[in-house]
């Protein structure tokens, strides 16, 4: 669901943000993780083929894609309050994010990551997520029941293992340990 892909940069930056992240980075990393989704609507409203590179799980999902937004994020990056680099990082990341989450779920169409190089639709040969189709006519069931599936599935584990790591690099500081450097 689109609510799992916009919680994964929540959960990052719950793990390994040194410091407090910007709000804006934060929501506008989310934003960029659920984007992808916005070409379900292509078939609706622009009358897209769904087998088209440009439906669903298509040129949209795609690794260059987010490249690019990443590319257009980093000029803004005063407004997310970061440098340039971590902008254009950031929303890239969580935008690559979105296609290799929908490759992992067992059900759907394939996805078209590394369009435009590629048209090839791909899947993960590891696909642990479950996620059945769902049908316009039973919508408000359907989303109830895949957020109950996704909030046991990945929501929570995602934010276990975030605060898990926190709390882990948050022990090895007091401690004052920390990984060799290499020489």
Not at 92 to 102: E, F, V
Not at 124 to 131: F, G, L, N, Y
Request: positive net charge.
């Amino acid at each position: 669901m689109t609510t799992t892909h916009a919680l994964l940069p929540l959960a990052v930056a719950v793990a390994v943000a040194k410091r407090p992240v910007p709000w804006t980075l934060i929501i506008v990393t989310m934003i960029a993780s659920a984007a992808p989704d916005i070409d379900g609507l292509f078939k609706h409203f622009l009358g897209v083929p769904p087998n088209s590179i440009y439906g669903h799980r298509g040129a949209a999902h795609s690794l260059f894609v987010a490249l690019a937004a990443g590319v257009m994020a980093a000029p803004f990056h005063r407004l997310l309050g970061v440098r340039p680099l971590t902008a254009g990082v950031c929303v890239a990341a969580a935008m690559a994010s979105h296609g290799i989450l929908d490759m992992m779920t067992d059900s759907g169409q394939p996805v078209a990551y590394l369009w435009p190089v590629s048209s090839v639709r791909l899947f993960a040969d590891w696909r642990p997520i479950h996620s059945g189709p769902m049908h316009i006519a039973h919508l408000a069931t359907h989303v109830f029941a895949r957020f109950q599936s996704e909030l046991g599935q990945l929501i929570i584990p995602m934010f276990v293992i975030a605060f898990a790591v926190r709390c882990l690099r948050a022990a090895g500081h007091k401690l004052n340990i920390s990984l060799p450097q290499p020489s």
